[in-house]
């Protein structure tokens, strides 16, 4: 049971390029999120999903988008990467069945240069 | 929104130490979450405590939801307990708002 599986775990950008994180779980919990992680701050929420097909914004969605195409997965898109997006960006999931307990990816480490 | 507000936000401990870290919130919540994050950045789901009292091992957590706060145990602590703790608090199915974390450094 692989739990929430995060890809790529390290990433380097230049300004202005795009890229997409890639979340995926094999619990088939309904909710999954996204989550950047800064020194400081704690964790904020980015966007994210009820359930397949839908998405919904958090507290910090500017310049990011997300796609539910699928139950399992759940994308974080940069389309044009800033210096501000220096992150670590965490994906998590949930379920009623399980109490809406949090399960966390271990985190992608992203860079914008 | 929901704040929340985690204190201390630094903790030394000598090995075998006792501590208490708090986590006192804003609204009514009826979902509450203790995280440990360890060095390497794997963030850990601890206890899942609307409210009362939870037991695992050497940690333990209790919730006052009336008063708005939750309280983590830390008992004979060890190096490896070393890393961040997050509480994070919620109702019912929203997304859960998180703490700025208390960082706890356990000293041999």
């Known amino acids: 049971n692989a739990g929430v599986t995060q890809t790529p775990k390290f990433r380097v950008l230049k300004t202005g390029q795009s890229m997409t994180l890639l979340c995926a779980q094999d619990m088939n919990h309904e909710y999954m999120y996204w989550y950047r992680q800064d020194p400081g701050m704690g964790l904020r929420l980015i966007h994210y999903?009820?359930?397949?097909?839908?998405?919904a914004k958090g507290e910090v969605p500017d310049g990011y988008n997300v796609s539910r195409l699928k139950k399992q997965n759940f994308l974080l898109g940069l389309e044009s990467a800033a210096p501000s997006q220096t992150s670590v960006y965490f994906c998590?999931?949930?379920?009623?069945?399980?109490?809406?307990?949090?399960?966390f990816g271990s985190g992608t480490q992203l860079s914008v240069l | 929104g929901i704040q929340v507000e985690q204190s201390p936000p630094d903790l030394i401990l000598q090995e075998g130490a006792n501590s208490t870290l708090r986590c006192n919130f804003s609204d009514s919540v009826n979902n509450l979450q203790w995280f440990h994050q360890n060095p390497w950045g794997q963030l850990i789901n601890l206890f899942y405590?609307?409210?009362g009292t939870k037991q695992n091992g050497r940690l333990s957590a209790t919730t006052v939801a009336t008063e708005r706060y939750s309280l983590l145990y830390i008992s004979s602590s060890q190096t490896t307990d070393s890393g961040v703790y997050f509480c994070a608090v919620g109702t019912g199915n929203t997304p859960l708002v998180f703490g700025k974390g208390t960082r706890l450094s356990v000293i041999a």
């Open positions: 998590a999931s949930s379920s009623q069945g399980t109490l809406w307990k949090l399960f």
């Open positions: 405590i609307p409210s």
């Open positions: 999903s009820v359930g397949e097909g839908t998405t």
